[in-house]
């Protein structure tokens, strides 16, 4: 593997905010969604495991990623030998599986987890919401709110989906025929885009 410091373009001082930022804009750039029917689907999607990887090798250990040092640390491997693990390592695979739509695997990893803290409420909503099940959704991102009030990417994506899932009921709402099943049906593909843009991809490009 290569360096994962190079891979996510920061330097070895960096701090685990640092390397999110990093990470999250390199893997919304390369994100498959944005390269599906193109001739470049297949580099893309290297780049985007190459990404995680790094991301997930950087993001195991507490405070900033250059105490923590780089062990060599490869990516996600699958639910197998996560019963019971924690930590932002653990996390960070989760949302790779997310990433990849592998949402079993992510939510067998979270269900093993111990720690139940902000992020484990905020993945968890966001594999339900991924399953068209907004409402279970949203109520464990209010809840990841609650415990961490202060974290802007729980707070951006719960007013995001809030207001844009009620920007398309409002706007069924004044439609004729059958306006539940119109309005149903745009909240569904808002909220999956939402998901899929605070989890680094773009189901919408115009949204």
Known sequence: MKDPYEVLGVPKTATQDEIKTAYRKLAKQYHPDRYVGNPLADLAAEKFKEINEAYDALSGGAGSAGNAGYSGATGASGASGASGATGAGTFAQVRNLINFNQLAEAEQILDNSSDRGAEWFYLKGMIFIRRGWHEQGL?????????????????????????????????????????????????????????????????????
């Open 139 to 207: 109520n464990f991102i209010r809840q990841a709110v609650n415990m961490e009030p202060s974290n802007s990417e729980y707070r951006h994506t719960l007013s995001m989906l809030d207001r844009q899932t009620q920007q398309y009921r409002t706007t069924g709402a004044g439609m004729a025929g059958n306006t539940d099943t119109m309005c149903n049906c745009c909240s569904n593909l808002i909220c999956l885009d939402c998901c899929c843009e605070c989890m680094g991809g773009d189901l919408i490009s115009c949204c």
